[in-house]
């Protein structure tokens, strides 16, 4: 079968105006719920989001990161502040995030003003990770070349080894990000490609909904 030919008709439900919450917020968090109850599948991460960024000179780059903290402070994830999309977000504070959930023929699409979190917030979340995982966030040179995968395996054992009667130190190049909307947009797969797509926008702070075209 050719690409051309690949395709599916999407039918689990429909989206009308009357049904949705007023905030944005509100909505995105029912519908989290809803996938987090419904797929029970262990593997399947429903924080996996794709984050696009922007450079100075305009240059887009896009990567799956996990969302860690959602609420009216904005959509928090972590990362290495001299990783390509922290320097991205540094120079050009603005991100397009998306949640694709297939199994509910579902996407949530976020866009929005980006800002790094306080210190405490990015420690208290760092302290909570396994020690691995923290020793990898501390030694990885994120987005720049390595030698070879013998070399990075050395720095993390060479890590783990001093750090074995004590805490791993938190990194100063590293920490979270929060994403605060500016719009928001809902889409449910309908059958035909009429595709349901409800849109919230930042207004005179308030919130405005409307319907666009598939």
Known sequence: MSLEDLRKQYTLAGLDESSMDPNPL??????????????TDPDFEANAMALATANAQGR?????????????????????????????????????????????????????????TDREVSKKYFDSRPRM???????????????????LEELVKKAEIETENGDVEFPQNWGGFELQPLSYEFWQGRENRLHDRLQYQRENDRWKMRRLGP
């Open 60 to 116: 887009v780059a896009n990567r799956i990161v996990l969302l860690k903290g959602c609420d009216e402070r904005g959509f928090r994830f972590f990362t290495n502040y001299k990783s390509a999309k922290g320097l991205d977000l540094l120079v050009n504070p603005f991100a397009a995030l998306l949640f694709y959930w297939p199994q509910l023929e579902r996407q949530v699409r976020i866009e929005g003003t980006v800002e790094q």
């Open 26 to 39: 509100g909505q995105f968090h029912s519908w989290f719920d809803e996938i987090r109850r419904k797929v």
């Open 133 to 151: 995982s923290r020793i990898s966030a501390a030694v990885s040179p994120q987005s720049r070349e390595v030698g070879d995968r013998r070399s």
